[in-house]
């Protein structure tokens, strides 16, 4: 498991999120619609520094994460979060890991 964010991507949640440097973003399994890997649930996100973080990644000065109790939801994946430039948006891609 693990989580890959593009500088792009980065670049993108820090003009979105009015983010400073140093600021932290949070991955979370939330119940929601359905997300390709979970039905029932989907990746939600939050800015709060982290409590108990297992996946962590640093990219253009802002911390990304996952806690500890949300490993679940990408269990046996890489999380690649990526900025989709003619939409504005990111993109949430689940690449299957062999365990």
């Known amino acids: 498991m693990s989580i890959v964010v593009s500088d792009e991507a980065a670049r993108w949640y820090k003009k979105e999120l009015s983010l400073a440097e140093g600021d932290a973003v949070r991955f979370y399994a939330r119940y929601s619609s359905n997300s390709e890997i979970h039905p029932g649930f989907s990746l939600g996100i939050s800015v709060e520094p982290p409590v108990s973080p297992a996946l962590t990644q640093d990219v253009e000065n ?38």
């Open 62 to 99: 802002i911390h990304f994460y996952m806690e500890d109790q949300d490993l679940w939801y990408i269990n046996g994946y890489q999380l690649n979060v990526e900025y989709i430039e003619h939409e504005d948006d990111i993109r949430y891609a689940y690449m299957p890991q062999s365990q």
